[in-house]
């Protein structure tokens, strides 16, 4: 199994700026990509942005330019970053940090999802 631990999020004013992070770790596997989704209140999830294990990353339209993923794989720690600047109150909804791990034993890869974590945008 692969355990995500997310942190970071709560309450900003617009044009303010959060960060948040995701550690993912599992024994068996190898993590692949990272990245991060968000879902508002009656809307789809959808994606935010994401980031390979060479450091690739790709960003939704709606949030080039503001926000930076970035990644820290040194010493085996698997741990995703979002730094949201000049936040918007469109930008509010909860964050969920998604992992792609690769069983070691088997080569298989699963998607794997943290509890995610409200980003609320508002003056």
């Known amino acids: 199994q692969v355990q995500l631990v997310e942190s970071g999020g709560g309450l900003v004013q617009p044009g303010g700026s959060l960060r948040l992070s995701c550690a993912a770790s599992?024994?068996?596997?190898?993590?692949?990509?990272m990245g991060w989704y968000r879902q508002a209140p009656g809307k789809q999830r959808e994606l935010v942005a994401t980031i390979s294990n060479s450091g690739t990353t790709n960003y939704a339209d709606s949030v080039k330019g503001r926000f930076t993923i970035s990644r820290d794989n040194a010493n085996a720690k698997n741990t995703v970053y979002l730094q949201m600047n000049s936040l918007k109150p469109e930008d509010t909804a909860v964050y969920y940090c998604?992992?792609?791990?690769?069983?070691?034993?088997?080569?298989?890869?699963?998607?794997?999802w943290g509890q995610g974590t409200q980003v609320t945008v508002s003056s």
């Open positions: 599992g024994s068996s596997f190898i993590i692949a990509a």
């Open positions: 998604n992992a792609r791990a690769i069983r070691i034993s088997s080569y298989n890869e699963y998607p794997y």
